[in-house]
């Protein structure tokens, strides 16, 4: 797993991919920031919070999109899938690789609040929570980007399918509204991103929500794992 | 030690594999000579476990590749017929990143030298390998099987893409290795499976059809009977003489080589012998056979001889008794 670790993490900066993502989460969580908190001297963070979100929906598919797909098209997986690891620890370098850059980002925002914590009394539990509400979200929308780009030989399917599926798991509770069913309703609002995470944004930290997503990250790795082990029987 | 039991592989409704057994033994090279489309590479990527057979087993070592992956993949190099590189890596990050991956646990600078050095990459060892020429891409991906000093090597066509020189030193290398490890390596060229390997599977449309060694198996696809011969003398004259030989099937002017000098690519019916015959003809009329080979049997003409078994041997037979007969009445 160290080895697979230590090659994404590398491929992602000669890639350009670690630049691009981390340099257009530092503009985009900058503006925002700006927008909502500097302008009005206010140190209510959630404005740039909330507005970080939708920036993620759009970087972390760039994030995931070559991870799998890349190798099947550049027959590297070849390498992989005959060297004497499981697929496990296959996926978990990758997917652990990911995600320390997709932190490098999220954690960014935590010197904004330093920042403006000189100024005047920071709600450091609505930081702290939105900082843990994102890696639990993030965790599981990476683990969704993979299962999408284990499902192609094209980064670019993978992007735009990643974005598609991700977009869909965080607007299940808009769906659920026009579901006149009331059960199903239910059950779409109960598995909906969105519902799941905007407590987290409140600081409010819900158990029940915490294992929501890693419930939902360990079943998409596991999905994962299984497209990657059905290719070797078609 | 490899052995394969039944193995069969179907894609959809294709059979690409279709109950395959053989066995290669330590310090045996193993040639697998096919045709495009035979079965070789997915009988490879069964063997090493990147595809799973529809039915049948494969142990590497004593180990069920399915039951048992990673014991077994412990034991593989493996050169897949397109290397698997990471074309934005050194071939030093490259091969120490094969090296953490396989959880090699030799002394690594001083083994990865030594893998450079036998495979001649050392002088490209800091370039990336995108800009590397398609003969040292495919040594680099040589190179990777070696590392970490697995007892099984399997290489699916290793020498593609190597230039002359290249393809004599790298054979030379397969069969140093052969001493020492198991080697599968596959290919289409019947002269290099001759050349390198102890014993020859031919496989066809997914099934063995001779399974054999080496020096047996040459003999019996010796082709005396085509012959490429360069012979000074007026060309459409040798033609026509050469055509009245008894058992001359065709002859073809290939090639003019040096003024007044062109070679030619005889045919006779098979298992009939015309160079004496030719030879005398032609110093008849004053001209000179500068040089005389049998051309080497295309698979097309292998698989033929294989499939068709004896009843091919037994028709040939009585078509030489008949020229010979021939030969007699005319003389
Ligand atoms: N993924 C696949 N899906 C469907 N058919 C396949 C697939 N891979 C291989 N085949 C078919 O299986 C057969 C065997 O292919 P294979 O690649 O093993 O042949 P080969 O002996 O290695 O040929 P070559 O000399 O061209 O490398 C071919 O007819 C091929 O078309
Ligand atoms: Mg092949």
């Known amino acids: 797993m160290n080895a697979i670790l230590k090659r994404e993490i590398r491929a992602y900066f000669d890639s350009l991919i670690g630049y691009i993502y981390i340099t257009a989460f530092f503009a985009g969580s ?13 140190t209510d963070m959630s404005g740039m919070y909330s507005g970080l979100f939708y920036i993620l929906l759009v970087l972390i598919p760039i994030l995931t999109m070559r991870t ?21 620890s296959l996926v978990l370098g990758k997917f652990v690789a990911a995600m ?21 009394a920071v709600s450091w539990l ?70 799941r995470y905007s407590p987290f944004t409140y600081g409010v930290f819900d158990f029940s929500n915490v294992l929501f997503f890693i419930s939902a990250t360990v079943i998409f790795l596991f999905l994962t794992i299984r497209v990657l082990e059905r290719r070797r029987w078609s | 030690m490899i052995e394969v039991k039944n193995l069969v592989k179907t894609y959809g409704d294709k059979r690409a594999v279709a109950g395959i057994s053989f066995k290669a033994n330590d310090g045996e090279i193993l040639g697998f000579l096919g045709p495009n489309g035979a079965g070789k590479s997915t009988t490879m990527n069964i063997l090493t476990g990147y595809l799973s057979s529809t039915s049948g087993e494969a142990y590497i070592n004593g180990h069920d590749i399915l039951e048992d992956p990673i014991a077994a993949k412990r034991e593989i190099g493996y050169l897949p017929e397109f290397p698997p590189l990471y074309l934005d ?30 495979v001649k990459i050392d002088n490209v060892y800091n370039r990336r390998i995108n800009n590397l020429s398609k003969g040292y891409k495919q040594r680099v991906g040589l190179a990777q099987a070696l590392v970490g000093n697995p007892n099984v090597l399997i290489l ?34 019947l002269s290099e499976v001759q050349a390198v390997c102890d014993r020859i599977v031919v496989i066809n449309q997914g099934k063995i059809v001779a399974d054999d060694t080496a020096d047996n198996l040459s003999r019996e696809l010796t082709a005396d009977h085509k012959l490429i011969a360069r012979i000074d003398g007026p060309k459409d004259e040798v033609i026509k003489l050469v055509q009245t030989i008894p058992g001359v099937v065709s002859i073809v002017a290939d090639m003019q080589r040096e003024r007044g000098v062109w070679e030619y690519n005889i045919e006779a019916v098979e298992g009939t012998d015309i160079r004496r015959e030719l030879n005398r003809r032609l110093m008849s009329r004053n001209w000179y056979i500068l040089g005389l080979r049998s051309s080497e049997l295309s698979l097309e003409d292998i698989f033929l001889k294989l499939t068709m078994g004896e009843s091919v041997n037994e028709f040939l037979a009585d078509k030489a008794d008949d020229l010979e007969e021939r030969y007699k009445e005319e003389e």
């Open chain 1, 100 to 120: 320390l850059i997709y932190s490098i980002g999220v954690c960014m925002t935590i010197v904004y609040a330093t920042v403006v914590s000189f100024f005047g």
């Open chain 2, 89 to 118: 890596m050194t071939v030093k990050e490259y091969l120490y990143f094969v090296y953490e991956l396989r959880g090699c646990r030799l002394p690594r600078n001083t083994h990865l030298k030594e893998i450079c050095e036998l």
């Open chain 1, 68 to 88: 799998l797909s890349e190798e099947k098209r550049q027959k590297t997986d070849q390498l992989l899938l005959t060297a004497p690891i499981s697929l496990t």
């Open chain 1, 30 to 42: 900058g503006i925002l920031f700006s927008v909502s908190s500097l302008q009005y001297g206010s």
């Open chain 2, 156 to 189: 699916d066509e290793p020498t593609v893409g190597l230039d002359p020189k290249q393809i004599i030193e790298i054979r030379t290398l397969i069969k140093k290795l052969g001493k020492n490890h198991t080697v599968i390596l596959s290919s289409h060229i």
């Open chain 1, 126 to 195: 609505t930081v702290f929570g939105n900082v843990v509400g994102l890696l639990l979200l993030g965790a599981a929308y990476i683990a969704v980007g993979m299962l999408i780009s284990s499902l192609t030989e094209n980064q670019v399917i993978a992007a735009i399918g990643g974005f598609a599926a991700m977009l869909v798991l965080y607007l299940i509770s808009a769906i659920a509204t026009i579901i006149p069913v009331d059960w199903i309703a239910r059950i779409f609002t109960e598995l909906s991103f969105a519902e």
